[in-house]
């Protein structure tokens, strides 16, 4: 591992530096006040660098820890300066619990179960897990003892029906089939007012102007609360494009799917920060009964730190 360290005047200015001389696979090290009012960035060539990696003679503090964790995840110097500040709030001497205050400075964390609407209706882009997902949220309420009733209006994709009606008949729940807006209204004002109603779309893509259409009709069909079902691991440029289309189709909580797939949280991270958007739940495992839980910000926190801080 080969260390440089660059000065700017800002944090932006050092970190434009690392990536002209180093690249863009550059990891940060150590971020640091330089005494004279500019900032001390010490990166290194190994994308493979954590905190935890770092050697003793660099003798990391808290932020350095902090700032290199979430470099490495892909979140923009910016945003790891905001965080990285917000943080020093934390307890000084626990990263996990210093970043979680950071985190929830800056985002927005609101589980489901905490405001929990009657009827949600689970929207994102093709193949984010939201069938799976309603599964998983349908096998909480079951386990909570309420009512649940489930309806698709994914008609198109094969398999798709097939696929929520097993998840029902294991959790002895009705489900209904429908792509009508009309007929979805109808759906969900005949249902008994005490059942849970989870509503599973087809995956569309969010820069077709169709496809949104054709959402939109759905979501403005019924009372229910559009929530955002979006997978981990995107691209960051791409993840912010999406998050904001679908704020503006009024989603406002967001359940991140295939956690324990992804490497980097960034683009999550970013997104929800650049979109005002929520995080709500967690997929963190693929298993139907125990796989999502509420996303709080000392959950994320952990996450983004290396194994074995603390």
């Known amino acids: 591992m080969r260390l440089r360290t660059f000065t700017g005047k800002t944090t932006a200015e050092a ?38 990696d770092i050697p003793a003679d660099t003798d ?22 905001r965080l990285v500040d917000a943080s020093r709030k934390g307890t000084p001497d626990k990263a996990a619990t210093a970043l979680a205050a950071g985190l929830a400075a800056e985002l927005s964390f609101q589980s489901l179960s905490a405001q929990e609407p009657r009827t949600v209706i689970l929207v994102g882009p093709q193949g984010s897990g939201k069938t799976v997902t309603a599964a998983k949220l349908a096998t909480r309420y079951v386990l909570e003892g309420k009512r649940v009733r489930i309806i698709t209006t994914d008609l198109a994709r094969a398999g798709a029906i097939a696929q929520i009606e097993a ?4 959790l002895q729940v009705p489900v209904q089939s429908t792509d009508s807006a009309t007929v979805l209204t109808n759906m969900v004002a005949a249902a008994d007012p005490i059942e849970r109603i989870i509503i599973d779309t087809a995956g569309i893509n969010p820069f077709n102007d169709g496809d949104r259409r054709e959402l939109e009709a759905l979501i403005g069909a019924t009372n ?17 494009d999406i998050v904001k289309i679908f704020a503006a189709l009024g989603c406002h909580r967001a359940v991140v799917t295939r956690i ?12 929800a920060y650049e979109a005002n958007m929520a995080l709500a ?7 139907i009964a125990d796989g999502i839980t509420p996303l709080t910000s000392m959950l994320l926190a952990r996450l983004l730190l290396p194994k074995g801080a603390s």
């Open 224 to 240: 229910a609360e559009p929530v955002l079902i979006l997978a981990a691991g995107g691209d960051s440029a791409d993840t912010i």
């Open 281 to 287: 739940e967690a997929g963190i495992a693929p298993d």
């Open 167 to 170: 998840f029902a008949r294991i």
């Open 60 to 81: 990391p503090d808290l932020d350095t820890i902090l700032s290199t964790a979430l470099i490495h995840h892909g979140i923009a110097p910016a945003l790891c300066s």
């Open 15 to 52: 970190m434009a530096l690392v990536r002209t001389h180093l690249g863009p696979d550059a990891v940060i090290v150590s971020a640091k006040d330089d005494g004279q009012g500019g900032m001390r960035v010490t990166a290194a060539l190994d994308n493979d660098v954590l905190a935890a």
């Open 260 to 271: 324990d797939a992804a490497r980097r949280l960034g683009s999550i991270v970013t997104a």
